[in-house]
């Protein structure tokens, strides 16, 4: 029989290498496994993820290819697993998986408890969402013992992961010692890093003298400034972008500040996706020995950032655009409703014809959104309202003449047409040598010559 290997750990080992990474490990007892059963294990169908969370099934590249390897027809017969809770700690996911693995007609085999796992009773199964549910719960529970562990460290304000711009990580040894006989480490705590610290201090200087992000960018860039080191997975040259700056200028640490808790990476199911914590559930712990920046210079950038913010209005499909100057098309901006608290909103139908405009309501209050400073002229608004009504009645005009170049054509045809069965009816009449009264229409417009009346 041909057999396969999944192997998973959720932590990401790095420094460590291959041969003593815990899914080298798995992948080597499976094979040790399938070896005392008499099996052959083909190596196109080994199947690892390291560092990728049990909650996670969508974006497991190698359980994704073995469940693509199980159509139309599984080339192997066997599935060595080191544990059920390998496969995934979701439980519905998990009975799901093992289904499609069952349903195919292979065998999974736990090569720790050497059983194999069966769905044909219902006992098979209740046994099968215990198990699913006794690892669910020990996620939960791994969940929760690193939640507190970083509200300790964040409260204390020790580093709780990564590094910072400005700022060195330092390690702090504890009193107990390791299998070496060396302090283990107990925390990791931030120290100024001077060179970093101008830097940061020269991109608030450069942004409240009226810089913009990019030209700060490129103005740190052209001097060789220090830049944040980009992560070795992306594989990014190092230089400052508009991005980078945007996040110096927004980080309170820069202030004295410590702020954690702002997001959240994973949603109740387990799925890896940001989410935004309410502010009431910050962290905020004061560390004035970490302050770089002067709290006048943090003031009067974080005073532009806002004054810069008010200058972009949200349009009514969503996207941002930029308040700059007086609109040239009636309705621009947004304008108060005088018969309810709604605002009204214009907008272009289509990019193409920009003058096509639907008015919308955004459901916020009946006040301008006109920034302070840049209302535009009521004179300039009005003579472009009064430029659309002038060019709606061009309209009017020109089709009320194509009404009535319409109307003389159909007079002319039914004249014509008249005229067709007049001459007809005419011709009738003379046909059968009946006379034609003086008094009528035929005679005076068409008189029959050469004939006695």
């Not at 940001?274 to 770089?292: F, M, T, Y």
């Not at 046909?431 to 050469?450: D, E, I, Q």
């Amino acid at each position: 029989m041909i057999a396969a290997i999944y192997a998973r750990k959720s932590t990401e080992q790095t420094g460590v290498s291959d041969d003593q990474k815990s899914v080298t490990r798995q992948v080597e007892h499976a094979k040790d496994y399938a070896k005392r059963k008499g099996w052959r294990v083909a190596e196109e169908h080994i199947y690892s993820d390291d560092g990728i969370s049990g909650a996670e099934f969508a974006k497991r590249p190698g359980l994704v290819r073995l469940l693509a390897a199980l159509k139309p027809k599984p080339s192997f017969q066997v599935l060595i697993v080191s544990e059920e809770s390998r496969l995934g700690r979701e439980s519905i996911e998990t009975a799901y998986v093992i289904k499609q693995l069952v349903t195919a007609d292979v065998r999974l085999f736990f090569y720790l408890e050497d059983k194999e796992r069966t769905l044909d009773t219902p006992l098979d199964k209740i046994m099968l969402q215990l198990t699913n549910f006794a690892d669910e719960m020990e996620r939960e529970r791994a969940r929760s013992r690193t939640y507190d562990a970083m509200v300790r460290k964040a409260k204390a304000g020790h580093v709780t992961g990564g590094s910072v711009f400005g700022y060195d990580n330092i390690d702090i040894a504890g009193t107990l010692l390791d299998a070496q006989g060396r302090p283990k480490r107990s925390h990791v705590e931030l120290r100024i890093n001077q060179a970093e610290a101008e830097v940061v201090r020269k991109i608030f200087r450069l942004y409240t003298n009226g810089n913009g992000f990019t030209t700060i960018a490129k103005t740190l860039n052209a001097g060789g400034a220090i830049c944040p080191r980009p992560r070795p997975a992306f594989g990014k040259p190092n230089g400052w972008v508009s991005s980078s700056v945007r996040q110096i200028l927004l980080r309170r640490l820069y202030r004295g500040e410590r702020v954690w808790g702002r997001t959240k990476k994973r949603t109740p199911w387990g799925v890896k996706k940001s989410q935004r914590r309410a502010e009431k559930d910050w962290i905020v712990v004061e560390v004035p020995n970490l302050r770089i920046v002067p709290e006048d210079l943090w003031q009067e950038a974080q005073d532009r950032w806002m004054n810069v913010r008010q200058l972009y209005l949200r349009t009514t499909n969503g996207p941002l655009q930029s308040w700059r100057g007086t609109p040239n098309r009636i309705l621009a901006g947004r304008l108060a409703s005088k018969l309810s608290s709604h605002r009204l909103g214009a907008r272009a139908v289509s990019p193409r014809f920009s003058r096509n405009l639907s008015l919308s309501r955004s459901g916020q209050g009946p006040e301008m959104l006109y920034p302070t400073g840049h209302e535009p002229k009521r004179r300039k608004v009005a003579m472009v309202f009064i430029s659309q009504v002038v060019r709606g009645l061009r309209i009017l005009i020109v089709a009320g003449q194509y009404l009535v170049r319409a109307r003389v054509v159909i007079q002319s045809i039914l004249c014509d047409l008249q005229s067709r069965q007049l001459a007809q009816d005419h011709q009738h009449t003379a046909s059968f040598g009946l006379p034609l009264s003086a008094s009528s229409p035929f005679a005076a417009k068409y008189p029959v010559r050469g004939r006695s009346l």
